[in-house]
């Protein structure tokens, strides 16, 4: 992550939003970044760390209260690894959040199968956050 607070006429490197000892066997992709009025930077991401082979995926989120210079631990915030299904649906950039009027709402997608049984489908899930 980088940062400027000249808009735009330099950039600083900011800390690494999560774990960095797992870097060679964990994908994390399409982030989302949101800043509340605050100033607090929200961040939510993809991750295969639950994932064997690193086809399946959660969402994480974290926040900086500090403009980026440090961030909390990061929190799993799906309940399941969402498998990946080969049927040329993917997870795609479906994903987002929002941090207004001292909430956060995160939407990302999941690939559970709600019914119990084996068909897969793709929903999108919205998770808030009071901070």
């Known amino acids: 992550m980088r ?3 000249d808009q735009g006429a330099t950039w600083q490197v900011a800390a690494t939003p999560h ?7 964990v994908d994390r992709y399409h982030p989302w970044l949101d800043v509340d009025t605050n100033g607090i ?5 993809y991750d ?3 994932s064997t082979n690193r ?5 994480y989120y974290a926040f ?7 961030w909390l ?23 987002g959040m929002d941090a207004m009027m001292q909430n956060l709402i995160a939407i990302y997608t999941d690939n559970r199968d709600e019914s119990g049984g084996t068909a897969q489908s793709i929903d999108v899930y919205g998770v808030g956050f009071t901070g």
Not at 41 to 45: D, K, P, W
Not at 55 to 59: A, E, H, L, S
């Open 55 to 59: 086809t399946g995926v959660d969402w």
């Open 48 to 50: 295969t760390r639950n």
């Open 19 to 25: 774990a960095e000892a797992d870097i060679a066997t």
């Open 64 to 70: 900086s209260s500090d403009g980026g210079a440090s």
């Open 73 to 95: 631990e990061e929190t799993r915030v799906s309940a399941i690894v969402s498998q990946n299904i080969t049927d040329g649906q993917e997870w795609g950039d479906y994903n």
């Open 41 to 45: 930077v929200h961040i939510g991401f």
């Open 3 to 5: 940062y400027s607070d």
